[in-house]
């Protein structure tokens, strides 16, 4: 089992509409359902490859209930769902029938209360407790400053236990990361400039951040850029990782499919080379379809054949 945490969940909504103009009536043709957030993502992912996945998440008021029902009648799953007094957010995608152009509307982030934060962690301690837990996986953005420490402390808890961590976030949840870090991290290049506080991040730039997750004792580092190269550090080496040229129907939930691919790989007690061509095949397989997490593990394993990687002297 790998528990999948996500702070900051949502019932996310893709409406197909027409070709609009902003002020126009649009009616739309369909609507669908699903729970976002990265970390329910990164559970679909790993539920593809067959690894058995619990989420782990707030959940508040009407909005909330339906997520958890969405999540065990659609997904599968056996959901960590925490209430809160605050209804979780919706997101509203607007999808223009026969193209790829999607509009996002988001509702703000939800308040989470010191108690609630520490009832999460206390739900996650019992979680790792259990016997079969192999991996955490920590994943987006934090809602509330009563949660931006929370990834920090669940770091620590499973270090204790010797379970190993997986993180994908950015911001105040990062900045607090603090004393234990996870066995590996991952940030898009855009998240890498706004660590550094720059506009950009060049391939420098990313390379010494991954240096300095090394020195802290991050055993696996990845730095995405969308289509562009991956930049890897894992343990002493580094790497270029170059994916297949796609024509992408929805990138949105690649790079959690990729941390599900890491993971998966991880466990599988890949060597560097090939787990780091795997976890960017599940994120081209993820971006080849519109639902966040749906790869195809056959396609990942032809996928995988294709990504070039190249060590860094």
């Known amino acids: 089992m ?20 902003p002020g126009d ?36 008021g009407s909005v909330g209930r339906h997520c958890a029902e969405l999540l065990r009648r659609d997904d599968g799953f056996d959901p960590i769902a925490v209430p809160t007094q605050s ?3 919706e997101i509203l995608t607007v999808l223009t029938e026969g193209t790829t152009e999607q509009t996002a509307f988001f509702d703000p982030d939800p308040v989470i209360t010191p108690k609630e934060a520490e009832q999460f962690a206390d ?16 994943s987006g953005s934090s809602p509330s400053p009563a949660t931006h420490g929370l990834f920090s402390d669940l770091i620590s808890l499973a270090r204790a236990k010797r379970i190993p961590v997986f993180l994908d976030t950015y911001g105040p949840a990062l900045d607090a990361i603090w004393g234990f870090w ?8 855009k998240e890498a ?19 300095d997750w090394s020195r ?20 002493d080496h580094r790497y270029r990782a170059i994916p297949p040229t796609i024509k992408a129907i929805n990138p949105i939930g690649s790079g959690d499919s990729l941390l599900a691919g890491l993971a998966d790989g991880w466990l599988n007690q890949l060597e560097p080379e090939p787990m780091l061509r795997r976890a960017i095949a599940c994120a081209v397989s993820n971006a080849l379809v519109w639902d966040a997490g749906a790869i ?10 294709e990504v070039v990687v190249e060590p860094i002297d």
Not at 193 to 211: F, M, Y
């Open 182 to 189: 996870p066995m590996a991290l991952q940030l898009n290049r």
């Open 2 to 21: 790998i528990v999948c945490v996500t702070l900051n969940s949502c019932l996310d909504k893709t409406l197909e509409v027409p070709a609009w103009r």
């Open 193 to 211: 400039a706004g660590r550094l506080r720059k506009a950009e991040a060049s391939d420098s730039d990313v390379l010494g951040i991954l240096g």
């Open 87 to 89: 209804e979780t957010r």
């Open 216 to 235: 802290h004792g991050v055993t696996c580092g990845i730095v995405t850029d969308g289509p562009r190269p991956v930049l890897a550090q894992i343990r």
């Open 123 to 138: 739900e996650i301690e019992r979680a790792l407790a259990g016997r079969g837990v192999a991996a955490l996986t920590l």
């Open 25 to 60: 009536l649009v009616r739309g043709k369909t609507l669908r359902e699903v729970v976002g957030g990265k970390g329910n993502n990164v559970a679909r992912a790993l539920k593809r490859l067959g690894r058995p996945a619990r989420p782990a998440t707030f959940l508040g």
């Open 296 to 305: 195809e593990p056959e396609q990942v394993d032809r996928l995988a054949d």
